[in-house]
């Protein structure tokens, strides 16, 4: 009996003894001296994640990771991704933050007012997407404002979310929209928008902004909208750079507001929900005219003899200051 209780008490000794050493390894604060972004590639098993986590010094021995995930099941559900793995993470926190896939989320921020050619272009330089976008939306179809992606997420995507994104914030507020505009759709409502966006940068003008337009086209009035013909000019490719001159505003385009009645056949920028509201609920008022105020904002006018006088202040302040 001594002779296979005792072999058999040391073996079970020295498997228990293993069996701590490992746990305690495993459990253990690891190398990591400072919080990390590490990707794990797509198609990646156990032993290459492993590999990976022990090259990037996040962990010290790579085969405690891979049995700690065999001995709890997890050796096939590790998924693929960006993560970010805090400073000393043990290996089996390690383990658990690839497990439950809770990867990176980054933030893409488009500002109101770029058109499609400089969101395709702020999305091609974005890190962390991949592909092309083909086809290249309309403009006006996209929605600026903060969108969320992990790493590897894919451009295309992210410009379906934008354009679902417009479509439905748009169909909500022509929903909601006041009575008696002289828009026949939300198209119509978009392009106008557009136009508001690139009209003013100060949000509490945007309304008013707005109503002016309306009340212009009400009366059949010719918008003669400068950034309109900025868009004629440049085709939407950038900023003119100087500033509109009257050969500038005799350009024939179906975009120049200063030649042709109505609204441009598209929009000229991808507006945000703020200018889109603000078309669709605009502020009561019987204005028709403004103009810059030299800080920033606007003026505004009723009759044309008191938009002339305004436009004499801002002619004078600007030649002042040049």
Known sequence: MRRVVYPLLALTTILAGAILWGYAQFTRPGPLSASATLVIPKGAGLERIATQLHGAGVLSDPLVFRLGARVLGVHKTLRAGEYAIPAGASARAVLDILNRGKTVVR?????????????????????????????????????????????????????????????????????????????????????????????TAVPEERPRVARVFLNRLARGMRLQSDPTVVYALTGGTGTLGRLLTRADLKTPSPYNTYLNDGLPPMPITNPGRASLAAVLRPVPSDELYFVADGRGGHVFARTLAEHNRNVAKWRKMHKDRH
């Open 107 to 199: 933030r893409l921020t488009l500002a109101e007012g770029l058109t499609t050619r400089d969101i395709i272009a702020r999305l091609e330089a974005t890190e962390g997407l991949e592909g092309r976008v083909w086809p290249i939306p309309a403009e006006g179809r996209l929605l600026p404002e903060t969108y969320h992606f992990s790493h590897g997420a894919l451009r295309q995507d992210v410009v379906r979310r934008m354009s679902r994104a417009m479509t439905e914030t748009l169909a909500e507020l022509w929903e909601a929209r006041a009575g008696g505009l002289p828009l026949a759709t939300p198209g119509e409502a978009l392009i106008l928008a557009s136009i508001v966006e690139k009209e």
